[in-house]
């Protein structure tokens, strides 16, 4: 076997090393948007690999804004953001350890301002 046959060879085989034992991608931040009389209110975003949770309060309308979320080990809880419109959002680590499964953002009190619920990854 000539020398370029065998470089060839070695860069292969490296390339598929490289190829197989490359980390799994990591998930992706999901930003979920809840809407109240056509103006955008707030957002809730799943990050750090799903692990984090945050609220974001963006209009001064008094209505204040929450993430709910529903983790895989099945922990339903919320944060909110307790600052209102100032700069800054609120944000938590489920209680559980658990990924956010799924989450959705409410304005106001109830559920009559929530966007539907999605995908937390």
Same mark, same amino acid.
């Given at each position: %076997?000539?020398?370029? &046959?065998?470089? %060839?060879?070695?860069?292969? =085989?490296?390339?598929?090393? %490289?190829?197989? *034992? ?5 998930? $992706? ?6 809407? =109240? ?5 707030? *957002? ?7 692990? %984090? &949770? !945050? ?26 953001? $307790? ?7 609120? *944000?938590? !680590? ?10 959705? &953002? ?16």
């Amino acid at each position: %076997m000539g020398k370029s &046959v065998r470089v %060839m060879l070695l860069t292969a =085989v490296a390339a598929l090393g %490289m190829l197989f *034992s490359a980390a799994p991608a990591s998930a $992706a931040d999901v930003t979920v948007v809840v809407y =109240v009389n056509g103006a955008k209110a707030g *957002s809730g975003t799943s990050y750090s690999n799903s692990t %984090m &949770v !945050r609220a974001c309060d963006v209009r001064a309308d008094n209505l204040g804004i929450r993430t709910e979320y529903i983790t895989a080990k099945g922990l339903r809880d919320s944060v909110g953001d $307790a600052n209102g419109s100032a700069d800054g959002c609120g *944000s938590e !680590r489920p209680a559980d350890g658990g990924s956010i499964d799924q989450l959705r &953002v409410c304005a106001g009190s109830g559920t009559a301002n929530c966007s539907p619920w999605q995908r937390g990854y």
